[in-house]
């Protein structure tokens, strides 16, 4: 009989227990877990608009002309590409001859190359340009390059042709107005004002075969030859 307070005080001091553990071990205390979240992460994709296969619709942007900020992506040679039963004419816009190029048969392909002296990526291509054309003459082809610009600055494109312009093979071709540059421009199917440097290659027929918007590298070029042969 004499254990049973005994047993009563510990039963007592057990339960007491229990209720003072949280105060002295609040690591033991397991409140609600938080509720699972994740995190949603979107990519800015930043495109640049090009002229679609169809032709018909080109870079959005401001309406300035402006340089490419980045260099073009890798991707297809053409912006816009006709086949030779879809292609139609295409006629230099109005303007002057700055300086003839060379001689390359009666039916050449013709590479226009549509540039600003201010546009520095422009200028950086045009050697490439030069170059390339005229390796493709001496395998027996026949492509010319129109090096067209569009500056509003007759004195800084002489001071181009002065200098850098002595060493590219081509010819130059001026378009001092604005009027005349858009309808060029809708003639491709660019109807905003595009980002230069703009690339046409018109077939010996004088047909539109493809529009390019921004640089071009020495892949585009080879991309070219292979599509379209240049004979």
Not at 206 to 224: E, H, M, N, P
């Amino acid at each position: 009989m004499r254990l049973l307070p005994l047993l009563l005080l510990l039963l007592a001091l057990g339960i007491l227990a229990l209720f003072l553990k949280p105060l002295f071990v609040p690591e033991s205390v397991q409140g609600p877990r938080p509720e699972s979240f994740s995190t949603e992460r979107v990519q800015a994709v930043t495109s640049k608009g090009s002229v679609p296969s169809s032709g018909r619709h080109t870079p959005s942007g401001p309406p300035s002309l402006k340089e490419p900020a980045d260099p073009a992506p890798s991707g297809p040679l053409c912006d816009g590409e006709y086949g030779a039963g879809s292609a139609r004419p295409l006629s230099l816009p109005a303007g002057r001859v700055v300086r003839a190029g060379p001689r390359t048969g009666d039916s050449p392909w013709t590479w226009i190359n549509v540039w600003a002296v201010w546009c520095k990526p422009c200028k950086e291509e045009m050697p490439l340009l030069s170059s390339w054309a005229r390796g493709i003459r001496e395998k027996g082809g026949a492509l010319k390059v129109v090096f067209l610009s569009v500056d509003d600055d007759e004195r800084q494109l002489s001071r181009f042709m002065g200098s850098r312009g002595k060493g590219l093979t081509g010819e130059f071709f001026w378009v001092p107005e604005e009027a005349p540059r858009k309808v060029f421009y809708e003639a491709l199917g660019i109807h905003d004002t595009p980002t230069l440097p703009v690339h046409a290659l018109l077939d010996p027929s004088g047909r539109l075969r493809c529009v390019r918007v921004g640089s071009v590298t020495a892949a585009d070029l080879g991309k070219a030859v292979r599509r379209f042969g240049f004979q």
